[in-house]
C-alpha cells in the first residue's frame, strides 16, 4: 500500500520550501501520493506538476481554503478540482485580496497595542507567498518581540488575542460548491483542537465531503474518533503532516511519517471522477 501525505506546504504560501524542495523530499521520505494545500493559492501545486512527474509521484491540485462560518474562520482543504475553472479561479482571487486586507487590520491592531510593526515588513517577509499569520509573526521575532514563531501566536497573533479581524473570506457554502462544480472534493481541516462536537454538526450540514482524520495534532483515540464520524457520517478520510518546512511548525518532524493510504486518495477520486462525468 503506497503512501499519501495530502497537507503540504511550500513558499507560495506560509512554507520554507519551494515545491521542487518539497518534492524531492517526499520522494526521500518514500510518499508515492502528494497534495501541496497552500493557503488561498494554487501556484505552488502548478508549479510542481512537471518536477513531480519526472520524480515518479502522483501530485494531485489541492489548497487550503480559508472559509467563513457562523463569523469563524476555518480552514477547508480542496483536492482534484479543475484548476482552470474559472470560478475557482475568482475564489483564490477574492482570498488573496481578503488575506492583505485581514494582515492590514491585524497590524492596525498590533500597533494600537504599542507593537512596532508595518505592514510593508509583513508583506516583505511573504515574499511572493500568500501573505498570513506566520509572516507577522517571523517579523515579531526579528523585531525581538518573541523567541519564536510559537511565542508570536500564544502573546500577540491567537484569534483569543486579536479578537473579531473580519476579512471577508467566502461562506463555506459557496467554497464547498465551487469546489465540487470544479470536479473536486472537500474535507475540515485539522478539527481536532478547534470544534466541539455540536460544531461538527453544523461544519458536516454545510456539505463538506470529508474530514482530515490524520493530522499531527490527533491523538490516536482523536483519529479514531473522527474516522468512526466519517464513517457514520459516509464522509471521505484525509490526512497528512500539515508540513511548512523546517522550523516553521511543530507538524515539521511529522512529514513523512503522518500519512494516509492510497485507497483513501482512491476514495476521494472516484467521488471527483463522477463529478466531473456529470459536468
Given at each position: 500500500?503506497?503512501?499519501?501525505?495530502?497537507?503540504?506546504?511550500?513558499?507560495?504560501?506560509?512554507?520554507s520550501?519551494?515545491?521542487?524542495?518539497?518534492?524531492?523530499?517526499a520522494?526521500?521520505?518514500?510518499?508515492?501520493?502528494?497534495?501541496?494545500?497552500?493557503?488561498?493559492?494554487?501556484?505552488?501545486?502548478?508549479?510542481?506538476?512537471?518536477?513531480?512527474?519526472?520524480?515518479?509521484?502522483?501530485?494531485?491540485?489541492?489548497?487550503?481554503?480559508?472559509?467563513?462560518?457562523?463569523?469563524?474562520?476555518v480552514?477547508?482543504?480542496?483536492?482534484?478540482?479543475?484548476?482552470?475553472?474559472?470560478?475557482?479561479?475568482?475564489l483564490l482571487?477574492?482570498?488573496?485580496?481578503?488575506?492583505?486586507?485581514?494582515?492590514?487590520?491585524?497590524?492596525?491592531?498590533?500597533?494600537?497595542?504599542?507593537?512596532?510593526?508595518?505592514?510593508?515588513?509583513?508583506?516583505?517577509?511573504?515574499?511572493?507567498?500568500?501573505?498570513?499569520?506566520?509572516?507577522?509573526?517571523?517579523?515579531?521575532?526579528?523585531?525581538?518581540?518573541?523567541?519564536?514563531?510559537?511565542?508570536?501566536?500564544?502573546?500577540?497573533?491567537?484569534?483569543?488575542?486579536?479578537?473579531?479581524?473580519?476579512?471577508?473570506?467566502?461562506?463555506?457554502?459557496?467554497?464547498?460548491?465551487?469546489?465540487?462544480?470544479?470536479?473536486?472534493?472537500?474535507?475540515?481541516?485539522?478539527?481536532?483542537?478547534?470544534?466541539?462536537?455540536?460544531?461538527?454538526?453544523g461544519?458536516?450540514?454545510?456539505?463538506?465531503?470529508?474530514?482530515?482524520?490524520?493530522h499531527?495534532?490527533?491523538?490516536?483515540?482523536?483519529?479514531?474518533?473522527?474516522?468512526?464520524?466519517?464513517?457514520?457520517?459516509?464522509?471521505?478520510?484525509?490526512?497528512?503532516?500539515?508540513?511548512?518546512?523546517?522550523?516553521?511548525?511543530?507538524?515539521?518532524?511529522?512529514?513523512?511519517?503522518?500519512?494516509?493510504?492510497?485507497?483513501?486518495?482512491?476514495?476521494?477520486?472516484?467521488?471527483?471522477?463522477?463529478?466531473?462525468?456529470?459536468?
Amino acid at each position: 500500500m503506497g503512501k499519501a501525505d495530502l497537507h503540504t506546504h511550500t513558499t507560495a504560501s506560509d512554507g520554507s520550501f519551494s515545491p521542487e524542495e518539497l518534492l524531492i523530499r517526499a520522494k526521500k521520505k518514500g510518499l508515492q501520493t502528494l497534495a501541496i494545500t497552500d493557503h488561498d493559492s494554487i501556484k505552488g501545486y502548478l508549479a510542481g506538476k512537471v518536477i513531480a512527474k519526472e520524480n515518479g509521484i502522483e501530485l494531485i491540485s489541492g489548497v487550503e481554503f480559508t472559509v467563513s462560518w457562523e463569523g469563524r474562520e476555518v480552514h477547508l482543504l480542496a483536492y482534484l478540482f479543475d484548476e482552470e475553472n474559472e470560478d475557482l479561479i475568482s475564489l483564490l482571487y477574492s482570498n488573496k485580496k481578503a488575506r492583505k486586507d485581514r494582515m492590514k487590520r491585524i497590524v492596525t491592531e498590533l500597533r494600537k497595542n504599542g507593537v512596532d510593526i508595518e505592514y510593508d515588513e509583513v508583506m516583505a517577509e511573504s515574499g511572493r507567498g500568500m501573505i498570513g499569520r506566520p509572516h507577522a509573526a517571523s517579523v515579531l521575532v526579528q523585531k525581538g518581540y518573541v523567541r519564536s514563531v510559537n511565542e508570536a501566536f500564544i502573546r500577540y497573533l491567537s484569534s483569543e488575542k486579536l479578537g473579531d479581524v473580519d476579512a471577508g473570506y467566502r461562506p463555506i457554502e459557496e467554497v464547498v460548491r465551487v469546489v465540487s462544480e470544479a470536479g473536486g472534493v472537500t474535507s475540515l481541516a485539522h478539527p481536532g483542537p478547534l470544534y466541539s462536537d455540536v460544531d461538527l454538526k453544523g461544519l458536516i450540514a454545510t456539505g463538506i465531503d470529508g474530514i482530515e482524520c490524520i493530522h499531527p495534532s490527533h491523538s490516536y483515540p482523536v483519529q479514531k474518533k473522527f474516522s468512526e464520524l466519517a464513517k457514520a457520517n459516509h464522509l471521505l478520510m484525509t490526512g497528512g503532516s500539515d508540513f511548512h518546512g523546517t522550523g516553521r511548525s511543530d507538524y515539521d518532524p511529522f512529514f513523512g511519517i503522518v500519512t494516509i493510504g492510497d485507497q483513501y486518495v482512491a476514495s476521494m477520486r472516484r467521488l471527483s471522477d463522477r463529478r466531473k462525468q456529470n459536468q
